[in-house]
């Protein structure tokens, strides 16, 4: 997936589609819980290509599950505050 290789396209990429499921009427909670079944299926499928992602891979795999919701949920802060920007 070229949209993996470049942090910056990958989160302005995320941000996007968190916006535009907001303005749709997507609820935060709905969009946490996306966020963290993204985040678990790109950790157990997908491996990671900059190291950003190396990162979130190395901390999602040492977290609890409540750790994983929580570190998905800071992503989606991260988008929404990059594509205010």
Known sequence: MALLENWQKWTHF?????????STGM????????????????????????EQERVLADLWSVAS????????NMVVKLVQQKNVQ
């Open 14 to 22: 995320l941000g996007t589609n968190v916006m535009n499921a907001e």
């Open 27 to 50: 609820t935060k909670k709905a969009i946490q819980s996306t966020a963290y079944e993204i985040g678990d299926y790109l950790a157990k499928n997908v491996d990671p290509k900059n």
């Open 65 to 72: 599950e409540d750790e994983q919701h929580s570190l998905a």
